[in-house]
Nanobody, 115 residues
Framework: VQVVESGGGLVQPGGSLRLSCAAS????????MTWVRQAPGKGLEWVSA????????WSPESMKGRFTISRDNAKNTLYLQMNSLKSEDTAVYYC?????????WGQGTQVTVSS
């Protein structure tokens, strides 16, 4: 089983990034997928989640409008489009796969928003 995030980097405030999470070793479409993040010195923060078939999306109010989660089950890949980035979005972003009692985490990708 592998869950591998990519697409992070350094971006200026107001910029955009698209994160990807490539999954292998399990039936991707069975798994709900979630993005969470961890800012320096802080705990995990939920960013957004999407059902296995992509029909349901959940996000906290604080993430709506700037962050968009999506998935391509044909490519076994999860995405997070991030727009109008702010310095407070600086964090390590992780994707999580969950189905019944199985849960898998990636190693994370660093996003740094700075001028």
């Amino acid at each position: 089983v592998q869950v591998v995030e990519s697409g992070g980097g350094l971006v200026q405030p107001g910029g955009s990034l698209r994160l990807s999470c490539a999954a292998s070793g399990f039936t991707f479409e069975d798994y709900a997928m979630t993005w969470v993040r961890q800012a320096p010195g802080k705990g995990l923060e939920w960013v957004s989640a999407i059902s296995g078939n992509g029909e349901k999306i959940w996000s906290p109010e604080s993430m709506k409008g700037r962050f968009t989660i999506s998935r391509d089950n044909a490519k076994n890949t999860l995405y997070l489009q991030m727009n109008s980035l702010k310095s407070e979005d600086t964090a390590v972003y992780y994707c999580n796969a969950r189905f019944n009692f199985n849960t898998y985490w990636g190693q994370g990708t660093q996003v740094t928003v700075s001028s």
